[in-house]
């Protein structure tokens, strides 16, 4: 039960360990999450401008108009091992400015359950089962573990009937284990023991795990059982509180769904995607989520095992909703800026759809937001986060790609200004909302060790990230 309850530590997405080496090589190939940021690649902040008469420069107009910015973005150019291809939409918010905000993590509230158990299952209490009561079958009914007999009976086969060998790392022969599923069989009862659970969320600070912060449970909607999690454990170097509420699929399995990039593995359920979507928006304002938006989806699959070989199980569609602060979208992006000694992950908001419907609500470290400036914030013009763009990504990317023989080619589709959270490096439980620029798209790489080009053709891939107020590069891997 703890393993599954912190499985959330293991960052964005849950990636499968199929996917390891891959994953790997994208984060060589992904400038904002390479971890890797070196004096060069800082562009000196510029003094803030101001108008004649000592006044700063306040928002004027639009925004698109104070910044300069034109309809597209498009250049071609290279310098050594790197070239870059821009043909992208300039997106800006349409607001008049854009002021700075001071981030703080916070826990869940009871009001926040309530809002969002009304909203997906309705009220009530919660059950799970009495481990207590059925401390000696380890919480199993007599039909489970029967199950679980029969499976382990068949991987003994499998193992040409070696009841000797050692069992899955446990210290125990397979026979040995057989024996105390035996065991457990004996003593377990026919049904599950059911116990009511308080539906009261908790918050406590503490140095250590505090069983009282985290709430479980499971709740019976029309037939269907769903897994509601609540996790308050705010402690020691930990920073994120966890909300998921999962639907049973298959004979009461719960899945837990990963991003994946190849869309022929997700079965193709992109060509669903426009009304899931719609579903999804629709969602969020029943669940009176009224500060955020749907910023976009991806595919997602689940998997099983077959002996020690990892398949494709269910597909799915994943919606990731943004928080909005005063019509300023803080832009998503798989990197999210955990701090890496201090974890502190940037909210994410996900909507996981199946083919029958909503298969996970998953809210993770939610924040609350404070003034910072009172006034807009002056903001470089376009022109001049162009330059620094394209000096920049040839340096970020020259450094990452040194092998003889080896290429980068990088094409932007989109460039985005938006709310980003930055930290201080100074104290990594200080951020502020700050408006950034980001340059997305995708990027190959060819030559060298790689026998044929890799391409990293993901959504929400930033090449670039830069600070509209002075230019600065962040690094959206660290947060900072």
Not at 120 to 129: A, P
Not at 162 to 179: A, L, P, V
Request: glycine share 10%.
């Amino acid at each position: 039960m703890d393993g599954e309850r912190r499985r959330h530590e293991n960052g964005r997405g849950g990636t499968a360990a199929v996917c390891f080496a891959a994953g790997i090589l994208a984060v060589l190939l992904n400038g904002c999450g390479s971890g890797v940021q070196t004096e060069s690649e800082i562009v000196t902040p510029k003094e803030e401008q101001m108008l004649a008469g000592g006044e700063s420069m306040a928002a004027t107009g639009t925004l698109t108009e104070q910044l300069q910015a034109p309809e597209r973005y498009q250049s071609d150019f290279s310098q050594g091992a790197v070239s870059v291809t821009a043909d992208a939409a300039i997106l800006v918010p349409g607001v008049e400015g854009i002021k700075t905000k001071q981030v703080t993590y916070r826990a869940f509230t009871q009001e926040d359950y309530d809002r969002i158990m009304n909203g997906l299952l309705g009220d009530g209490t919660l059950w799970d089962r009495d481990y207590e009561a059925m401390e000696a079958s380890h919480g199993f009914t007599r039909e489970e573990l029967e199950e679980k007999i029969a499976e382990t009976e068949a991987q003994k086969a499998e193992w040409g009937g070696h009841g000797d060998w050692e069992y899955e790392g446990m210290g125990i022969t397979i026979d040995e284990r057989i024996e105390q599923l035996k065991t457990l069989r004996d003593a377990a009862p026919q049904e599950a023991v059911i116990r009511e659970i308080p539906a009261v969320v908790s918050y406590q600070e503490s140095g250590g795990y505090n069983e009282e912060n985290w709430l479980s449970g499971y709740k019976t909607v029309d037939g269907t059982d769903y897994r509601i999690s609540l996790d308050n454990q705010i402690y020691d170097a930990f920073y994120c509180a966890d909300f998921s509420i999962q639907r049973a699929e298959d004979n009461g399995k719960y899945k837990e769904y990963s991003r994946v990039a190849d869309t022929e593995e997700a079965e193709g359920l992109e060509e669903e995607s426009g009304r899931v979507l719609e579903e999804a928006a629709a969602l969020a304002e029943k669940l009176g989520l009224s500060d955020f938006e749907v910023w976009g989806g991806e595919n997602y699959i689940c998997y099983r095992t077959e002996g020690d070989t990892l398949l494709p199980d269910q597909a799915a569609f994943g919606v990731h909703l943004v928080r909005t602060v005063e019509g300023v979208p803080v832009t998503y992006s798989h990197e999210y800026g955990d701090g890496g000694e201090l974890f502190w992950p940037e909210e994410e908001l996900d909507l996981i759809y199946g083919r029958e419907g909503l298969v996970t609500f998953h809210w993770m470290s939610p924040y609350q937001i404070e003034d910072l400036s009172e006034d807009y914030v002056f903001l470089l013009p376009f022109s001049e986060i162009q330059s620094i763009f394209e000096e920049m990504i040839v340096k970020r990317y020259e450094d990452m790609f040194r092998d003889e023989g080896q290429t980068i080619e990088l094409t932007v589709d989109e460039v985005r200004l938006g709310y980003m959270r930055v930290r201080s490096k100074e104290n990594l439980l200080e951020a502020t909302l700050v408006p950034v620029w980001d340059f997305c798209g995708t990027s190959t790489a060819s030559g060298g060790s790689f026998k044929e080009p890799y391409v990293m053709e993901e959504p929400f891939t930033s090449l670039l990230t830069i600070n509209a107020m002075d230019g600065t590069v962040i690094n959206r891997g660290v947060g900072y």
